[in-house]
């Protein structure tokens, strides 16, 4: 695992950012092609829109989504309209949580995959959580490559589970704020009960800022 902290959540936004234009670069240039499958939130939302300035064969990439709520579309619970900041050259792959048989719809898209994704971006939640796995959820123990989570926080959710996550070449974990430190530090320390313990550390970049990464050994608090 390779565990980066930048100042601030812009810094880390921005060390995300081109890591991932790398390794994208470096997909198409090895294969033709290159598959990205991206979470939602603030701090990704800035990744992305300075990913979308980059000089990148966006008509190479295809970006799906990790998971998203069961909402309308226009809902402002909604991870799609992050993919509304990637050019209009990219091929996006949005999840069909308006599917009135959603279970077909999760089959569907799970179709759809890669066989194996170049990188698959995940965020961390104060409960540990990471993609749609919600605390003693049984979708993370789910062997279908898509699958619903019960309702959490509100919204039933459809996500990719551990087996395609941990198949994909390369994972980047992106976290800020103080609300993400003890969830941070739970994981990187062990913590096994938590969610994103499912998350495999090898081929795993970890993108934090320093309130993120306060109660980490060495950092202080």
Same mark, same amino acid.
């Given at each position: 695992?390779?565990?980066?902290?930048?100042?601030?959540? $812009? @810094? +880390?936004?921005? %060390?995300?950012?081109?890591? #991932?234009?790398?390794? &994208?670069?470096?997909?198409?240039? =090895?294969? !033709?092609?290159?598959?990205?499958?991206?979470?939602?939130?603030?701090?990704?939302?800035?990744?992305?829109?300075?990913?979308?300035?980059?000089?990148?064969?966006?008509?190479?990439?295809?970006?799906?989504?990790?998971?998203?709520?069961?909402?309308?579309?226009?809902?402002?619970?909604?991870?799609?309209?992050?993919?509304?900041?990637?050019? $209009? @050259? +990219?091929?996006? %792959?949005?999840?069909?949580? #308006?599917?009135?048989? &959603?279970?077909?719809?999760?089959? =569907?898209? !799970?179709?759809?995959?890669?066989?194996?994704?170049?990188?698959?971006?995940?965020?961390?939640?104060?409960?540990?959580?990471?993609?749609?796995?919600?605390?003693?959820?049984?979708?993370?123990?789910?062997?279908?490559?898509?699958?619903?989570?019960?309702?959490?926080?509100?919204?039933?959710?459809?996500?990719?589970?551990?087996?395609?996550?941990?198949? +994909?070449?390369?994972?980047?974990?992106?976290?800020?704020?103080?609300?993400?430190?003890?969830?941070?530090?739970?994981?990187?320390?062990?913590?096994?009960?938590?969610?994103?313990?499912?998350?495999?550390?090898?081929?795993?970049?970890?993108?934090?800022?320093?309130?993120?990464?306060?109660?980490?050994?060495?950092?202080?608090?």
């Amino acid at each position: 695992m390779d565990l980066r902290v930048l100042d601030d959540a $812009a @810094g +880390a936004a921005g %060390e995300a950012a081109g890591w #991932t234009a790398h390794h &994208l670069r470096g997909a198409v240039r =090895r294969r !033709g092609s290159a598959s990205i499958a991206v979470s939602g939130g603030t701090t990704p939302a800035s990744m992305f829109a300075e990913l979308a300035t980059m000089d990148l064969p966006w008509d190479c990439i295809t970006v799906f989504q990790v998971d998203e709520r069961v909402a309308p579309d226009g809902d402002a619970a909604r991870n799609a309209r992050l993919l509304e900041l990637f050019p $209009a @050259g +990219a091929r996006l %792959e949005p999840m069909p949580v #308006t599917d009135r048989d &959603l279970s077909d719809g999760a089959a =569907r898209y !799970g179709r759809a995959l890669p066989g194996r994704f170049d990188i698959v971006h995940l965020g961390i939640g104060d409960d540990g959580h990471t993609a749609s796995w919600p605390p003693g959820d049984p979708v993370a123990d789910s062997a279908e490559p898509v699958a619903l989570s019960r309702e959490y926080r509100g919204y039933v959710r459809m996500t990719l589970t551990p087996s395609v996550v941990n198949a +994909a070449r390369y994972r980047l974990v992106l976290a800020a704020g103080a609300d993400k430190a003890a969830p941070l530090e739970g994981w990187l320390l062990g913590n096994d009960s938590l969610p994103i313990h499912r998350v495999r550390g090898s081929d795993t970049v970890v993108v934090v800022d320093r309130a993120a990464a306060a109660r980490l050994p060495g950092m202080g608090r």
